[in-house]
């Protein structure tokens, strides 16, 4: 008997690559899976699970002319291959399929919202956005919310209704992979000293898109002010630097800068605590994987990241943009050990209960077995 065929359209790869690998392991016993994304070197094919890969030219950031030739592209090879399924996953990436997809009759359309652009934005931009949001919903035969909380929002804001969206499991788009993301004395010990870390030094680490929204201001002003009253501590920042930070902190002997990595279990255990004082944030997966790691953790408290910690409990929050109540919670946690500790722990157990990877994607391969039985 045939598989039915289901087609995940993303803008980069390293999308796929970071969030959809073992919901493809899991559902390609079931169904034929074929991923569509700006393919741009060798690397970028090497996804696993996949059975078919298709090249189309789709960019995150608006440009109208490659936006349009994007569009016509996916309509083309939607139709000529009759999906029964077409899954989206990035804000570019989901108007665009979905838009398409609907042109080309796809009997099931599904998108996956993991956070809204527009949240910080303001004035027309803002209302524009909403717009872009709500004619992808329009399109869409099924919505999918990566967390309780963005799930409200999205509500309140008018840009879903209840019965049309749902989350799968308890949420986050992926889950943790419990033994990827298990804390090690041996690799700390390593990875320290790769970096340079002496092992009574003290290592806030951040790891995401280094940019204004995700609170980098903050964490290195707060950093610095920590750093000029306990000189042990150093800040770890991973990720893609979107915004020329690193030519502001390069002289910052304290601060270290990695940039991306597709290892993530490895670098985060140089760290005693976790920040993301991001102003905008869907679901916070970084911080599940931090917990994992048994991380305390120290966030912003915009809706987004809600459900990511226990407040008090596995991590603290800080109010949203406030660099003064980040630095506070940064020093406390830095000058309370057991508390550190308790709170690692307690971060394990909170994810292994909720938000295992095996438990999220056995939610995607019921949604799937349901809508294409």
Not at 109 to 124: A, L, N
Request: glycine share 6%; charged share 30%; with cysteine.
């Amino acid at each position: 008997m045939n598989k039915k065929r289901i087609a995940f359209i993303v803008s980069a790869p390293i999308t796929a690559k970071a969030f959809l690998i073992n919901h493809f392991k899991v559902l390609s016993n079931y169904f034929d899976i074929t991923l569509i994304a700006n393919f741009e070197t060798e690397n970028d094919f090497e996804i696993p699970y996949v059975l078919e890969k298709k090249k189309i030219e789709i960019y995150r950031k608006i440009n109208i002319s490659k936006d349009i030739s994007a569009l016509l592209d996916l309509y083309k090879y939607l139709k000529r291959e009759n999906f029964d399924a077409i899954h989206t996953v990035t804000p570019k990436a989901g108007l665009l399929g979905i838009i398409s997809a609907r042109l080309a009759r796809a009997p099931i359309r599904i998108h996956i919202f993991t956070g809204q652009v527009w949240h910080t934005s303001k004035g027309i931009k803002k209302f524009f956005l909403k717009i872009l949001d709500k004619i992808l919903v329009f399109f869409a035969t099924e919505i999918v919310i990566d967390g309780y909380p963005q799930k409200k929002f999205l509500e309140q804001n008018g840009i879903v209704k209840n019965y049309k969206s749902q989350v799968l499991g308890k949420g986050s788009i992926s889950g943790v992979d419990l033994d990827r993301f298990k804390k090690s004395i041996i690799i700390r010990s390593e990875i320290r000293k790769k970096l340079g870390i002496d092992d009574n030094e003290f290592v806030f680490c951040f790891l995401g898109r280094l940019n204004f929204d995700k609170g980098i201001d903050e964490l290195i002003k707060s950093f610095k002010n920590i750093n000029n009253k306990f000189n042990e501590t150093k800040l770890l920042l991973i990720g893609f630097d979107e915004e020329n930070y690193v030519e502001k902190i390069h002289e910052n002997k304290n601060i270290i800068f990695t940039g991306p990595t597709n290892q993530p279990e490895i670098l985060l255990q140089a760290g005693d605590v976790f920040c993301l004082p991001s102003h905008r944030e869907a679901f916070g997966l970084s911080v599940l994987e931090a917990s994992s790691l048994e991380i305390p953790i120290i966030c912003s408290d915009t809706y987004g990241l809600s459900d990511s910690i226990i407040d008090g409990i596995t991590g603290v929050h800080h109010k949203v943009g406030d660099q003064l109540d980040l630095e506070e919670k940064m020093q406390f946690i830095y000058k309370n050990k057991e508390v550190r500790e308790k709170m690692g722990k307690e971060g394990r157990k909170y994810v292994v209960e909720n938000f295992s990877s095996a438990e999220i994607s056995d939610a995607w391969l019921n949604f799937y077995l349901k809508i294409l039985k």
